[in-house]
């Protein structure tokens, strides 16, 4: 069940050790079984039946053996196919050899009788290339002196075609007389099984070590060699003989592939039941394994963690199963108490879930914190929206979205790719961040970065009509404030890039400072829920004195300039607060003994880093010592999870060993991780800005 987290209890041995071992391993190899069918379906063209089967109960041993069976028909049927297919591959490749050949010889001998009467008529004693090589007419000459050449044909690939006769050349020193005639479409290959273009080659060579040489090197270049008749006749009788088995071969082929479709097509029709009853098996098995047997060996004894919510569901899950199994000893069901640390388990739903696991991503909250997954549904695209916010594409946004949400239903029983997957899976954080984008597109008063007048017309105009491509000089406020976002007179200005820019991260920072506030407070809460005194005077009150005196006190200058209109220089006030907090501020004060509150707060920051450092590692000690003296039983109050996991074994086995220098250590990496990350993450959300900042370009271009 989802709501049971089983615990294991055969540790101490190995995964081949223990009693359900063997039936894994079978439902591995079914598992593995399946897998291929699928991959046979898939090059088929065949997939598995997605209408509803009707289950029927089929043992796991019938299963496994009737899997068996048709692995091995198919294995076979396979194979046989792949013969029969290239023996059809090289007959075709023989036919076409034995017509471009056919076709080389009567040529040649045509060449040939031309030449010699060529040479008769004109008396002159020329060697010709081709006539002692194919003239077969009787000649003055002694028959003992002339030489019998033997030739080689077949096909090589277009690609090595030159390099094959530049080698044949060099290996018989010239010796060989080659004739190559290019196919006109590409052929599949015997051995390979794929299109190929090819030339049908002959090899006209004289001696039995020139043959040698020329076959090694057919052999290395991946020619194909087929053999050939001189005579006419029987080159015609070859190529009906040839013709005959490709028919026969191709009706074979035919059939076999019919009879592997209905074969693959059963298998289809049932899969995904077999595959369903495979991976329950698998896990029902997996799940026995971490179970223990009592001393009798006669019952099994599981533990596990599950919400209280679902004892009951699970009380009845049990008997159902002990009555559908016919067994004579029902199911026990106690609930134990411990003092170990249960695991965390939140409750979502589908407009949930996608939240909760981008906090899971990050971090996994202890057994009864709070669950920051609750409010990273508002802030996390809230957050987006900042970077995003245009009305017009959180429109086109929200459409798509709702596409997916409207029809949810029939895409989960889908198989998509993995992008709509991922797509499909966030339609619910999608939504909310096109919903943010256009509150937030209204607030910047842009729609695919053109401001419109959609509450109320512009609180500017021109003084007159020179002034109508003056930008902002000549403009002057003769309405009410624009009700609800930016003026849209700012759009188009000189100065729209300093102030929105300005505005944009100003705005990013208060933000961040806001949810820093907020991780923390909400430390608090969980400090105040477990009654740890420690993590409130030791973390969470110095990290908001840290934290707030200084970026805190940023956000209060930011809003102070906002409401007062000063031309105070921020950066340098945050700058010189460091270097040098005792100069006089001049043009850049805000409010009254603004200087005096700034060295106040300087002091309180650096109060504060070993105000979390130091007290709390030697208050756990002392809370340790007094525990194992016996003189008070106090839990141990530490943040670290390590720490906590110790804490609960401690309850569960009785004793602990504190190291003092591993809790020192920790608690002085968070301490430095905490202050460098208030620095760090401060810098990192002015990323809305700039993001937002080249979103903007970017419609704008």
Not at 17 to 22: E, L
Not at 400 to 405: D, G, N, R, S, Y
Not at 482 to 499: I, N
Request: with cysteine; net charge neutral.
């Amino acid at each position: 069940m989802c709501v049971c987290d089983v615990l294991q209890l055969n540790s101490d041995k190995s995964p081949f050790q223990r009693t359900y071992a063997g039936q894994i391993k079978k439902c591995g190899e079914m598992a593995r079984t399946l897998r291929f069918f699928k991959e046979q379906m898939l090059k088929a063209g065949v997939s598995p039946s997605a209408k509803s089967v009707e289950e029927t109960e089929i043992d796991l041993d019938d299963l496994e053996v009737k899997l068996a069976e048709l692995e091995a028909e198919l294995t076979e049927m396979n194979a046989n196919g792949e013969k029969l297919q290239r023996s059809y591959n090289e007959l075709v490749e023989y036919k076409i050899v034995l017509r471009k050949a056919g076709d080389f010889f009567p040529s040649a001998q045509h060449s040939a009788t031309a030449r010699q009467r060529e040479m008769e008529l004109n008396q002159m004693v020329e060697e010709s290339i081709e006539t002692p090589l194919l003239q077969e007419q009787a000649t003055s000459t002694d028959l003992s002196k002339q030489v019998k050449l033997g030739f080689v044909t077949g096909l090589v690939s277009r690609g090595k075609s030159m390099a094959f006769e530049r080698i044949l050349f060099r290996a018989t020193r010239g010796n060989v007389f080659l004739k190559q005639v290019p196919i006109e479409a590409p052929i599949t290959d015997p051995v390979s099984g794929e299109k190929m273009e090819k030339n049908v080659f002959m090899v006209f060579y004289s001696g039995e070590r020139v043959k040698n040489k020329i076959l090694k090197i057919c052999d290395a270049f991946g020619a194909n060699r087929y053999p050939f008749a001189e005579d006419c006749g029987k080159q015609a009788l070859m190529i009906s003989e040839v013709s005959g088995k490709i028919s026969e071969l191709k009706s074979t082929i035919d059939a076999g592939l019919l009879h592997r479709d209905h074969l693959l097509r059963t298998i289809g029709d049932q899969f995904e039941q077999w595959n369903l009853k495979v991976k329950k098996e698998k896990s029902i098995h997996h799940t026995l394994n971490m179970l223990s047997l009592d001393v009798t060996k006669k019952c099994l004894v599981a533990e596990a963690w599950s919400p209280v919510f679902a004892t009951k569901q699970i009380q009845d899950v049990l008997q159902r199963a002990s009555v559908d199994s016919n067994s004579q000893v029902g199911a026990i069901f106690q609930v134990l108490h411990t003092r170990e640390s249960p695991p965390t388990y939140f409750r979502t739903n589908k407009f949930t879930s996608a939240f909760q696991e981008i906090v899971d991503a990050y971090g996994v909250a202890k057994y009864q914190e709070a669950n920051p997954g609750v409010y990273t549904i508002v802030t996390f695209p809230f957050l987006f929206a900042v970077m995003f916010g245009d009305w017009g594409h959180g429109i086109c946004l929200l459409l798509a979205t709702l596409f997916f949400i409207i029809r949810e239903k029939k895409l989960s029983s889908q198989k998509l790719g993995d992008i709509t997957e991922m797509t499909f899976g966030g339609r619910y954080v999608i939504m909310m961040m096109s919903l943010f984008s256009i509150y937030t597109g209204f607030i910047y008063n842009e729609c695919f970065s053109v401001a419109f007048d959609l509450f109320a017309p512009s609180a500017y105009a021109c003084r007159d009509l020179s002034c109508r491509d003056a930008g902002s000089i000549g403009l002057i406020k003769v309405r009410d404030t624009y009700p609800f976002g930016v003026d849209p007179a700012w759009h188009g200005t000189r100065s729209e890039l300093p102030f929105l820019n300005s505005l944009k991260m100003k705005m990013s920072i208060l933000l961040g400072v806001a949810q820093m506030n907020l991780g923390i407070l909400i430390s608090y809460s969980n400090a105040t829920f477990f009654g740890n005194s420690l993590n409130i005077w030791f973390q969470f009150i110095p990290q908001m004195t840290f934290l707030n005196s200084l970026f805190g006190y940023l956000s209060l200058l930011i809003i102070v300039k906002w409401c007062t209109g000063s031309q105070a220089d921020l950066y340098h006030i945050m700058i010189y607060m460091f270097l040098s907090p005792t100069d006089e501020l001049g043009d850049n004060q805000l409010f009254p003994y603004q200087k005096t509150v700034q060295l106040v707060l300087l002091l309180l920051a650096l109060v504060s880093v070993p105000w979390m450092l130091l007290p709390k590692p030697f208050l756990l000690k002392k809370q340790h010592e007094n525990r194992h003296q016996g003189q008070s039983y106090t839990q141990v109050q530490s943040t670290d999870d390590a720490l906590s996991e110790a804490n609960h074994d401690s309850h569960g086995h009785g004793h602990e060993e504190f190291e003092f220098s591993e809790v020192f250590v920790h608690q002085l990496i968070h301490t430095i991780e905490f202050v460098l990350g208030a620095v760090s993450n401060t810098a990192s959300y002015l990323r809305l800005w700039a993001l937002r900042y080249a979103v903007g370009n970017q419609n704008y271009a």
